[in-house]
């Protein structure tokens, strides 16, 4: 397993985001979100790409400002654990090999979901769990907020400067630059704002992400890196 310092002596950690990052998940948040905006008579293509902008309770005050956003909030978890329980689920290409790859305690998960649903979607798709996942009901403030990020490097007893966080979304990436953390894109078209690489495909990235945790501290704020 790829554990060891690098030449500057201090070990490397790695922080992955959880859906869109290592579980393909879209179909599964789409047909969640279809289902609770048809429930309340709403337009489920309009309700979905706001959910993809903010945060639940943000997205309830948007699209159904007269409703109870508690209400709206129960009924959604609801549907987000029974998708867990009965949705197909898909690993990314390349994120069993990675992870199973890692020294255990050189890696965590950080997530806006909730730890039952990605334990159970880990489950699903025979994931390993790390030691340390730090999820939306660990924190008082979630991505784009540094303190997510900072959070499991803490629990890890890692410095930002020596942890790499994967994302897929903007949120997430503005969450790892703000803790001051190296930060790699995956799985987009186009590079995210502020990547300092982008890799098309999760795939594409195991290499390098196992080449940061094993190799000499990367000159990691010299620009982005686009890896076709």
Not at 70 to 87: F, I
Request: with cysteine; hydrophobic share 40%; aromatic share 8%.
């Amino acid at each position: 397993m790829i554990s060891e310092p690098g030449q500057s002596g201090a070990m490397r950690y790695v922080l992955f985001d959880v859906d869109g990052t290592l579980i393909d998940a879209v179909d599964n948040q789409r047909l969640v979100w279809r289902t609770w905006a048809e429930r309340y008579g709403l337009d489920p293509d309009e309700v979905y790409q706001v959910a993809l902008r903010t945060r639940p309770v943000e997205t309830f005050a948007q699209v159904a400002p007269d409703r109870d956003a508690q209400k709206c909030l129960a009924e959604l978890h609801e549907l987000e654990d029974e998708d867990v329980r009965t949705g197909t689920y898909t690993a990314f290409d390349g994120a069993p090999e990675l992870l199973n790859a890692l020294r255990p305690g050189a890696w965590a998960l950080v997530t806006s979901n909730y730890e039952h649903r990605v334990r159970g979607r880990f489950a699903r798709t025979g994931l390993p769990v790390p030691e340390v996942l730090v999820d939306a009901a660990a924190v008082e403030e979630g991505k784009p907020s540094p303190v997510p990020y900072l959070q499991a490097a803490a629990r890890l007893g890692a410095r930002p400067e020596d942890c790499l966080v994967i994302e897929d979304a903007p949120s997430g990436v503005q969450s790892g630059l703000r803790a001051g953390m190296t930060v790699w894109g995956v799985n987009t078209p186009a590079a995210v704002d502020g990547v300092h690489r982008h890799f098309d495909t999760l795939h594409e990235a195991v290499r390098d992400i196992l080449a940061f945790v094993s190799g000499p501290h990367p000159h990691r704020l010299e620009g982005s890196t686009t890896v076709q």
